[in-house]
């Protein structure tokens, strides 16, 4: 399996499986090992994708104070890799292996004021922070966006927790959140805490600097598969280790790689930390950059990519002229 180095494994029965919104499955876990798991933190949990183990993270929802309960809540993806398929199978009695807590989206108490933003399964990893704010007195304002309130998991009982603290914005009730004015009252002492699709965090990121925000004061936690285009079958070269190989929809670059034998460096799986970093040497086709990792000029310059999320696609043009897949070419370090 594909862990991080850091991890601590350990095993875990389910205790309660059951769904909570439109293909979003809660599924809680009583580890062996249990530990406090501190709002913002995720497990990676060992899952079978058609007959090969593989890792997957999952933000935790809640916990008990001990850790002897972890609750996830799990979106089945349409497009999904493999995983959120699997997660779904789970039932009360079942065995899985899975990490101790581990955190990177860290809340810091003390901030004069905080926006909380989830969009959509983005609920996941904010909806513990919020929870702290309020039992902690805090000046915070959080904010729910969704497609639909059929597909916004614990939306009843936040608009319990949090009353009219808690803003919603639902799209097919012509609500939908509009960044500009979310963003246009903050100021330099609000701290926000976001997660949700690439489309709605980088929305969120181009008007942040915009209104030249304070850049430390915007934090967030990424899907690493949620990108601006449908994924696409296609194709990636290593010349110098004569490696070519066909990344499938369901699979990542870096996944289709180490499947070919190549020695690839990774480590959050997500498009935040740039160490699956690879340098594009040709293109035939577009980049879906997926990352948070890369500038906007990066970005559009396509000479770097992290192989973690980003895809490549076929282009208009050669649509258009009947061509096969993308190819992308690229070296590694």
């Known amino acids: 399996m594909a862990a991080q180095s850091s991890a601590i494994w350990q095993r875990g029965r389910v205790v309660e499986a059951r769904d ?11 580890p062996e090992n249990p530990v ?36 996830l809540s ?34 810091r108490v003390g901030a004069r004021r905080y926006l909380v933003l989830a969009g959509g399964i983005g609920i996941t990893a904010v909806l513990g922070m919020a929870r702290i704010l309020a039992r902690t007195g805090a000046d915070y304002r959080f904010v729910y966006a969704g497609r ?15 009353g009219d603290r808690l ?30 699709p690439i489309r ?24 690493g598969n949620s990108g601006w285009f449908d994924p696409e079958e296609f194709v990636v070269r290593i010349p110098r280790l004569g490696i070519q190989t066909v990344v499938p929809k369901g699979r990542s670059m870096l996944e289709a790689l180490e499947d070919a034998g190549a020695d690839m460096m990774s480590d959050c799986r997500k498009g935040e930390c740039g160490l699956c970093e690879v340098r594009v040497l040709g293109l035939e086709g577009r980049l879906d950059h997926r990352d948070v990792f890369y500038s ?3 970005q559009h310059a396509s000479e770097k990519m992290c192989c973690c999320v980003s895809r490549a696609i076929t282009s208009r043009e050669s649509v258009i002229a009947g061509s096969g897949p993308a190819v992308v070419t690229i070296e590694v370090s």
């Open 20 to 30: 909570v919104a439109r293909d979003i499955r809660r599924i809680v876990i009583a």
């Open 36 to 71: 406090r798991a501190a709002a913002g933190t995720h497990v990676d949990v060992a899952v079978m994708i058609d007959g090969q183990p593989d890792v997957r993270s999952y933000s935790i929802v809640e916990a008990d104070d001990d850790g002897a309960r972890l609750a």
């Open 74 to 107: 799990v979106y089945r993806t349409p497009a999904s890799r493999g995983g959120s398929v699997y997660m779904h199978t789970l039932e009360t009695g079942a065995e899985v292996e899975l990490t101790q807590p581990m955190q990177n989206f860290p809340l």
């Open 148 to 162: 639909s309130r059929a597909a916004m998991a614990y939306l009843d009982d936040l608009v319990a927790e949090h």
């Open 167 to 196: 803003e919603v914005h639902v799209d097919d009730e012509g609500s939908s959140l509009d960044v500009p004015t979310l963003l246009a009252d903050v100021d330099l002492d609000t701290e926000l805490y976001m997660c949700g």
């Open 200 to 223: 709605l965090m980088d929305a969120v990121r181009r008007t942040w600097q915009d209104l030249e925000l304070s850049l430390p004061n915007l934090r967030y936690e990424t899907f």
């Open 296 to 298: 906007d000029r990066q």
